[in-house]
């Protein structure tokens, strides 16, 4: 017998559910570093552009799906049109290549809150000492990446083994307002930081020249991570959503959330980047990457008062928005291994972890002893990170619009979105994921490739 699937019980249920999912280190640690790479407000305005059109027709669509079905994405697109039965395993295969090396970033997270815990938070803040960490030079044990990230994954394993997310999930809604304010205050203190208006120009004021097709396909690559799309998630959260719940509105209030953190985790990095190069915004770009958040944050901390208290309630904070998302990447896998191999959820939990560790830890020492392996010119985590943003989830996107758009047709969409209220940026939804959407993708993944085969460089 089948059994009746669960729903959330309210809207705002729903809401704070997939905010939870969407809300996590691709705001606080991916976000920055793409914009201060990327040109800064020239990054930001494209992004917002693409969050109101493309993320919004993209993120509509899927949960529609979900909900239309009631089915998690393998199901559900085989359900729209057999042929696009392979879709869904395509967009599975994207959390598998994330949550390792989510689990990596996780773990310096877990240990950057220990040093400010123990009161060595100063030490962090140390220019080397991020390179010096995740390349796995600094001596002793504990300062190996690998225990942190193994830390990290038990972690992950306990919640999700002990069916104690709920518990997380109700602590993360209580911490997350405490997060934004807490990110308001640091990010007020990092704007006092002498040269810190520079910054605030290049984060905030776009310029024509900084404008090029890799503004566009990092900001996208960005949008799918940050929101979740592209990778089936969504998909299996509105199976979960109720008939009642006025569908744009919702989809409205998780864009403006999750794109809100993102730009407040801007304003406390980029600003403060920028007045510790001395103003010097080319270097800013040259030198941003994986480690900006770690690098930066914990110099802000080291010339505030409190700032080791701070330093401490803000890991501790990523931490839980970390933990979020990714026990909702390792739920995901777990439930296509129960529901395809018809395995227990405990195996199929250990055997997902057991993955992960593996992986993972590729990612974990590809910035140290793994570093002269380098798969397509990266460091592990850099290629993963890669495959599924630039690669994955744009062909998933693509082939999401040509189902939706010319196969089943977007009026399958909008009848599922108007059950439950009004569709106001129909015409828009239309245009996009008939056309706009498919042709700006096929342009990404064709610049992609063609960077990929040096005929163009960034
Ligand atoms: N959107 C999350 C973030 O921005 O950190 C990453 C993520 C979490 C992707 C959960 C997918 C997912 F299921």
Sequence with gaps: MKKER????????????AAGSAVGLGNLWRFPYLAAKYGGGTFLLVYIILAI??????????????????LSCIGAYRKLDQRFGFLGWLASLVPVIITPYYCVIGGWVVKYLVEFVTGNGLQAAGDSYFASFTAAQLPGVFNSPVIWFV???????????????KGIEKVSRVMMPVLVILSIVIAGYSLTIPGAMDGLKYYLLPRMEDFSIFTVLAAMGQL?????????IMITYGSYMQKDNI???????????????AL??????????????????????????????????PKVFESMMFGGVIGTIFFLLVLLAALTSSISLTETIVSILVDKLHIGRKPATVGVLLGVLLLGLLSCLGYGPLSAIQPLGMAFLDFFDFISNSILMPIVAFLTCILVGHVVGPKFIIDEVETSGAFHRKKLFVVMIRWIAPVMLLMILGTEILKFLGVISV
Excluded: C, K, W
């Excluded at 799918?224 to 089936?232: D, E, H, Q, V």
């Design 224 to 232: 799918f991570y940050s929101m979740s799309l592209a990778m089936g």
């Design 6 to 17: 669960s729903s959330f019980t309210s809207r705002l249920g729903f809401v704070l559910a």
């Design 247 to 261: 569908l744009e509105h919702s989809v409205t209030q998780i864009e403006v959330f999750d794109t809100g953190f």
């Design 151 to 165: 830390l990290y994954v038990l972690l992950n394993a306990v919640v999700v083994l002990f069916g104690v997310e």
């Design 264 to 297: 407040l985790a801007g304003l406390m990095i980029i600003p403060a980047m920028v007045a510790f190069s001395g103003g010097d915004t080319a270097l800013v770009r040259e030198s941003a990457g994986a480690g900006l958040m770690f690098g930066v944050l």
């Design 53 to 70: 059109t493309f993320g919004f027709t993209l993120m509509i669509a899927e949960i529609a799906i979900g909900r239309n079905t009631r």
